[in-house]
């Protein structure tokens, strides 16, 4: 069964600080992985990895994958209150016509203290 | 561009009861899909669609039916409306690019469901 476990589930930090969010998988045919924000709505798009060791960046946020251990990171240095919200991390699959199916792991809860 | 649009935004049904879900986008995106998402679980896809008149099961599809008659509509069915029905409900869209297709998917701003 394909999943997705992301680490830890929530998390309280204060302004400042730097935090790293863990995604790992077990799914066959991994094609991508993909980071959400969400805050109280629709999810949006942070980062999409398809290539080990390729670090994606925005801003203070940064993400990369390893696809021998199957898993990703995401950082946030130097937090912000805004960036309270709800990280989600999704695998996408590579087979047939589920191309488009994502797998999303349960999300990590960060709250930023001023 | 107005994206994704999906309504109603809240909704309270009574078991037993039918209703649909309306998802609409303006990008000319050719994969749609639906997911529930409840407390603590993620969300799980219900169904999806590749393309106008195609449609298939995800992972959570009992209870709910859909349809694509058009690129641009992907509606929701709830047949009978039961309890555990109870979730909020995004509508997501995605366009083709070539060996990338189709994973930046754009969420619509949800639908709050409550099945009393």
């Known amino acids: 069964e394909d999943k997705v476990v992301q680490s830890p589930l929530s998390l309280v930090v204060h302004e400042g600080d730097t935090v790293t969010l863990n995604c790992s998988y077990e799914?066959?045919?991994?094609?991508?992985l993909l980071w959400y924000k969400q805050e109280k709505k629709a999810p949006t798009f942070l980062f999409m990895l398809t290539s080990s060791g390729i670090e994606k960046k925005s801003g203070r946020l940064s993400s990369i994958l390893d696809k021998k251990e199957l898993f990703s990171i995401l950082n946030i240095t130097a937090t912000q209150t805004g960036d309270s919200a709800v990280y989600l991390c999704?695998?996408?699959?590579?087979?047939?016509?589920?191309?488009?199916?994502?797998?999303f792991g349960k999300g990590t809860k960060l709250s930023v203290k001023p | 561009n107005a994206g994704v649009t999906q309504t109603p935004k809240f909704q309270v049904l009574k078991t037993g009861q039918s209703m649909t879900l309306q998802c609409a986008q303006d990008?000319?995106?050719?994969?749609m899909s639906w997911y529930r998402q409840d407390p603590g679980m993620g969300l799980r896809l219900i169904h999806y669609?590749?393309?106008?008149?195609?449609?298939d099961q995800g992972e959570v599809p009992n209870g709910y039916n859909v349809s694509r008659s058009t690129t641009e509509d992907f509606p929701l069915r709830l047949l009978s409306a039961a309890p555990s029905q109870t979730s909020v409900y995004f509508c997501?869209?995605?366009?083709?690019?070539?060996?990338?297709?189709?994973?930046?998917?754009?969420f619509g701003p949800g639908t709050r469901l409550t099945v009393t």
């Open positions: 669609s590749v393309g106008a008149g195609i449609t």
């Open positions: 990008m000319n995106h050719e994969y």
């Open positions: 799914v066959t045919n991994f094609r991508s």
């Open positions: 997501a869209s995605s366009y083709s690019r070539g060996d990338e297709f189709p994973y930046e998917q754009y």
């Open positions: 999704a695998v996408g699959l590579d087979y047939g016509g589920s191309q488009g199916n994502l797998i």
